[in-house]
């Protein structure tokens, strides 16, 4: 099933914003939020499963991924700019809540969106990455997680980075994909990062980040991990659980990595369908 495109405005531009529809009424309203270098394409076979359930699903194009907001200021990429811009999308949408769905930077939104507007957000399933105070901690106090967030060093070097990734036909790039993504998905994503100015907005969320002191979180979640997630460690993980004050799930998924959207996706619709009820 092919998705409609639409453009939603917000404070810096305009969103790219794909939507996949049940082909009968629509029971309820997903809003998925994609990861780094990903586009919102990747949520597409998890979408083919959840429209068969009467779920609409909408994925933008994040700010910097979309070719129409794509500001200059590392500033204009903070977390709460990127929340900013998912609430927007739910006022256009006419929705006073929705279920939230977030892999990688996406989960990063989610979780954010979550813990300082619960009133928005009627459920969450987090894929990859975890609550940010607990990924903080893991960050600040674990030497595994140190070692797999290294890479942070290069994302934050404006020029550098780009020069690396985009070399040699973004060869770099593809190989973060570590052969877990079709030709097809991973081609969709590079025709938002595979060129030089989708690329700096991409690394521009990483330029703003800090470290991030996030509430405990109330909304029904489900959280979604790979246990060969070569960019998360346990330790964030499964801290998580201390972080939440709601009704929550943790599924470690055996033998998957970080692409969950493509690599399991039928377990992340099952784990959305579960969760929504």
Same mark, same amino acid.
């Given at each position: 099933?092919?998705?409609?495109?639409?453009t939603?405005? &917000?404070?810096? =531009?305009? %969103?790219?914003?794909?939507?996949w529809?049940?082909s009968? #009424?629509?029971?309820?309203?997903?809003?998925?939020? +994609?990861?780094? #270098?990903?586009? #919102?394409?990747?949520?597409?076979?998890?979408?083919?499963?959840?429209? *068969?359930?009467?779920? $609409?699903?909408? /994925?933008?194009?994040?700010?910097?991924?979309?070719?129409?907001?794509?500001?200059?200021?590392v500033?204009?990429?903070?977390?709460?700019?990127?929340? @900013?811009?998912?609430?927007?999308?739910?006022?256009?949408? =006419?929705?006073?809540?929705?279920?939230?769905?977030?892999?990688?930077?996406?989960?990063?939104?989610?979780?954010?969106?979550? /813990?300082?507007?619960?009133?928005?957000?009627?459920?969450?399933?987090?894929?990859?990455?975890?609550? %940010?105070s /607990?990924?903080?901690?893991?960050?600040?106090? !674990?030497?595994?997680? *140190?070692?797999?967030? @290294?890479?942070?060093?290069?994302f934050? *070097?404006?020029?550098?980075?780009e020069?690396?990734?985009?070399? !040699?036909?973004?060869?770099?790039?593809?190989?973060?994909?570590?052969?877990?993504?079709?030709?097809?998905?991973?081609? $969709? +994503?590079?025709?938002?990062?595979?060129?030089?100015?989708?690329?700096?907005?991409? %690394?521009?969320?990483?330029?703003?980040?800090?470290?991030?002191?996030?509430?405990?979180?109330?909304v029904?979640?489900?959280?979604?991990?790979?246990? !060969?997630? #070569?960019? &998360?460690a346990?330790?964030?993980?499964?801290?998580?659980?201390?972080?939440? /004050?709601?009704?929550?799930?943790?599924?470690?998924?055996?033998?998957?990595? +970080?692409?969950?959207?493509? *690599?399991?996706?039928?377990v992340? @619709?099952?784990?959305?369908?579960?969760?929504?009820?």
């Open positions: 099933m092919e998705p409609t495109t639409t939603v405005d &917000i404070s810096v =531009g305009s %969103l790219d914003v794909l939507e529809r049940p009968g #009424p629509v029971q309820n309203t997903v809003l998925a939020l +994609h990861g780094f #270098p990903e586009s #919102p394409w990747e949520w597409m076979s998890v979408a083919e499963v959840l429209t *068969q359930h009467g779920i $609409r699903v909408v /994925a933008p194009a994040q700010r910097g991924y979309s070719a129409g907001a794509r500001p200059d200021s500033g204009a990429y903070a977390i709460e700019e990127l929340t @900013a811009d998912a609430l927007t999308i739910l006022d256009h949408l =006419g929705m006073d809540s929705v279920h939230v769905l977030g892999h990688d930077w996406g989960a990063s939104v989610a979780w954010w969106l979550a /813990a300082h507007h619960p009133e928005r957000v009627a459920t969450l399933t987090a894929v990859s990455v975890p609550h %940010l /607990a990924f903080g901690e893991a960050l600040a106090s !674990d030497p595994d997680q *140190q070692a797999r967030s @290294a890479y942070f060093t290069l934050r *070097q404006a020029g550098k980075a020069d690396v990734l985009l070399e !040699d036909g973004a060869r770099r790039l593809r190989s973060m994909f570590d052969g877990q993504v079709s030709d097809d998905l991973m081609s $969709r +994503h590079l025709e938002l990062v595979g060129e030089r100015a989708g690329l700096t907005g991409a %690394l521009n969320w990483y330029r703003a980040m800090r470290r991030y002191d996030l509430p405990d979180v109330t029904p979640t489900t959280y979604v991990w790979g246990e !060969d997630d #070569p960019a &998360i346990r330790s964030g993980a499964e801290a998580t659980a201390s972080r939440m /004050a709601g009704d929550y799930r943790f599924v470690p998924l055996s033998g998957m990595g +970080h692409w969950l959207p493509e *690599q399991a996706s039928e992340v @619709a099952e784990e959305v369908l579960a969760r929504i009820g």
